[in-house]
Nanobody
Framework: EVQLVESGGGLVQPGGSLRLSCAAS????????MSWVRQAPGKGRELVAT???????NITDSVKGRFIISRGNRENTVWLQMNDLRPEDTAVYYC??????????????WGPGTQVTVSA
């Protein structure tokens, strides 16, 4: 059974930090690009960052210099270190796993999400 389980969300003041974790199981972790995607209230999903193999890619401009994505293939885990958090970072953060053949998505899995709220 495929599982993606996010943790580490919560309430933080502006300027604070959080570290999100996504523990994966049930598939060959190394073969998948791992991403963090967020959805703010009343808005669509937004790609935050992707780890393709061991290279961070597709980092959205609004988080560059503040968020760091990393992965541990031995731990089957992907992390998102979020620093200097702003109220506009408030969202549900989802972990996503995707395998592709060229431009075609072969398999895609989602976690249930973890809430991040940035407020004074």
């Amino acid at each position: 059974e495929v599982q993606l389980v996010e943790s580490g969300g919560g309430l933080v003041q502006p300027g604070g930090s959080l570290r999100l974790s996504c523990a994966a199981s049930g598939f060959t972790f190394d073969d998948y690009a791992m991403s963090w995607v967020r959805q703010a209230p009343g808005k669509g999903r937004e790609l935050v960052a992707t780890m393709k193999h061991d290279v961070p890619v597709n980092i959205t401009d609004s988080v560059k210099g503040r968020f760091i994505i990393s992965r541990g293939n031995r731990e089957n885990t992907v992390w998102l270190q979020m620093n200097d958090l702003r109220p506009e970072d408030t969202a549900v953060y989802y972990c996503n796993a995707q395998s592709r053949a060229g431009a075609m998505v072969i398999y895609e899995f989602w976690g249930p999400g973890t809430q991040v709220t940035v407020s004074a």
